[in-house]
């Protein structure tokens, strides 16, 4: 499976971004798919998860109310839509893919089998 991650940039606080992920070598409907995100000296955080085909959606503590995972699993792509940005929410954003979804951890970026390259967003003040 490849992913490719897209739609990073410079937006100032407050602003709004919409990422995207698009895979091949094979259907993301049946995968759990998220975000990930890690700032500079920073951990890799959990930022938001679909599986399910967007039955279930899950969110971290800090993104929860600002931004919105969804998926077009016809164009085999996931979005996430970023609304209210904060300058604490630069870093890179990578999407993954989970092969088992019905067990494990889908917050927990060990539990991802396959990683697109990541998306740089950076918000100003």
């Known amino acids: 499976v490849q992913l490719q991650a897209s739609g990073g940039g410079l937006v100032q606080a407050g602003g709004s971004l919409r990422l995207s992920c698009s895979a091949s070598?094979?259907?993301?409907?049946?995968?759990?798919m998220g975000w990930f995100r890690q700032a500079p000296g920073k951990e890799r955080e959990f930022v938001a998860a679909i599986k399910w085909s967007g039955a279930s959606t899950f969110y971290g503590d800090s993104v929860k109310g600002r931004f919105t995972i969804s998926g077009d699993f016809a164009k085999n792509t996931v979005y996430l839509q970023m609304n209210s940005l904060k300058l604490e929410d630069t870093a890179v954003y990578y999407c993954?893919?989970?092969?088992?979804?019905?067990?494990?951890?889908?917050?927990?970026?060990?539990?991802?089998?396959?990683w697109g390259q990541g998306t740089l967003v950076t918000v100003s003040s």
């Open positions: 070598g094979h259907t993301i409907s049946t995968y759990g």
């Open positions: 993954a893919a989970d092969r088992n979804m019905w067990s494990g951890n889908i917050r927990s970026a060990g539990d991802y089998d396959y």
